[in-house]
């Protein structure tokens, strides 16, 4: 068994483990770990481990089936696209 699976066997119900609420959510672990540092998810660390609240994951997925998804804004689209190029040209593919 997996530590995590472990762990969550002694967690309270409503606490669950990043990889369980990123499968809730249909994501990523990584956009999770994102979603979360963004403050769009709230969390918190039990020993080394990051925990969610069940029912915050349910108010995240109820906000996206309530309000449809969400149009990136221009700075968001600049600051992904500057990214991308940021990324290609450390990666040696553009100049």
Request: net charge positive; charged share 30%.
């Amino acid at each position: 068994m997996h530590n995590e699976d472990m762990e969550q066997q002694t967690l309270p119900d409503d606490l669950i483990g990043t990889s369980a609420a990123a499968k809730m959510l249909a994501v990523s672990p990584k956009t999770l770990r994102g979603w979360i540092k963004d403050g769009k998810v709230p969390a918190f660390r039990i020993g080394s481990r990051m925990r969610v609240s069940r029912r915050d994951v349910l108010a995240v997925i109820q906000r996206v089936e309530t309000d449809g998804p969400r149009i990136a804004t221009r700075a968001e689209v600049e600051a992904h696209a500057k990214w991308v190029d940021d990324t290609l040209k450390a990666a040696g593919v553009r100049k």
